[in-house]
């Protein structure tokens, strides 16, 4: 397998690919992201990825100069010139090279990126969280690459040793840094809704009819903190994580082992490539 990258329709090495410095999306983070889950040579959901990258660009205002059904066909073209068999395909949409400038450049094309990376993933994993305050913009449905305070509230979650940072706004829970957040009371299935403050995760989205397909009752509704650590199971999800239960939030452990709502919601969701 070789780590291949796609600039604006140039495969290049990855570690060969450049862009240049007065790229806004270097210059400025004025740029969107989408991350895509490869298992057996195959990209898993791409249409619903492609779908949140379209609303990311309506949501910065930023013209593509490729079709979803072009960028489609290069993530392909580029899973299987790459060979890759297990791991990601990161795609990236910047506004372009420009002199720096804060207002938007005219007649810029864009900047398009997508490349491939080997990695393995584990099934289930046990995660460790911490509750730190969400101190983001109020545009966190967009999956923009300005992270900046998501990367600051991971960091506090390494520096506690913890895998994960869970965002909390005026008591309530958000999201994690990088991943969506779920509990889990008696049979029902709760997760905060989409909003200004979280994103419309794939895995996310193709989870809850999924929970209702195996016998759960589904609430998208804030959760307080206080509800949340009394909760009988948690778990969080995202594309490189598939569904990683909590074994311990702040002080709150949640069991030896994986629930046995969040295990046969992960075993549901192994994901069929396609």
């Known amino acids: 397998m070789e780590e291949l990258c796609w600039i604006n329709a140039s495969v290049t090495r990855l570690a060969d690919a450049t862009v240049s410095v007065d790229d806004r999306g270097y210059v400025f983070a004025d740029g969107v992201y989408e991350v895509f889950r490869v298992y057996a040579g ?148 709760i997760t905060p809704p989409i909003g200004p403050k979280v994103l419309p995760g794939v895995t996310r989205e193709l989870l809850l009819p999924l929970a209702q397909s195996i016998g759960m009752k589904v609430e998208e509704r804030p959760i307080p903190i206080a509800e949340a650590l009394a909760a009988d199971e948690a778990f969080l999800t995202s594309t490189t994580r598939e569904v990683a239960w909590i074994g311990q939030w702040d002080t709150r452990t949640f069991g030896e082992a994986c629930g046995e709502w969040t295990r046969r919601l992960s075993d549901a969701f192994r994901p069929t490539p396609g």
Not at 101 to 108: R, S, V, Y
Not at 144 to 172: F, H, M, R, S, T
Request: overall charge neutral; charged content about 25%.
């Open 42 to 189: 195959k990209t898993f959901a791409v249409e619903a990825h492609l779908r949140r990258l379209a609303r990311s660009c309506e949501g910065i205002e930023l013209s593509l100069q490729y079709s979803l059904e072009e960028i489609d066909k290069a993530v392909h073209d580029l899973v299987r010139q790459s060979e890759l068999e297990s791991g990601i395909v990161y795609l990236q949409a910047t506004r372009g090279v420009a002199p720096r400038g804060h207002a938007f450049p005219l007649n810029t094309p864009a900047t398009l990126m997508i490349y491939t990376r080997s990695m393995s993933f584990t099934h289930c994993a046990r995660q460790r969280v911490i509750s730190v305050p969400d101190e983001r913009w109020k545009r966190c449905w967009i999956k923009a690459i300005a992270l900046l305070p998501n990367v600051l509230a991971k960091n506090l979650a390494v520096k506690a040793n913890a895998d994960e940072a869970i965002l909390v706004d005026d008591g309530l829970v958000q999201e994690g840094s990088t991943s969506n957040v779920f509990i889990v009371e008696r049979d029902t299935l």
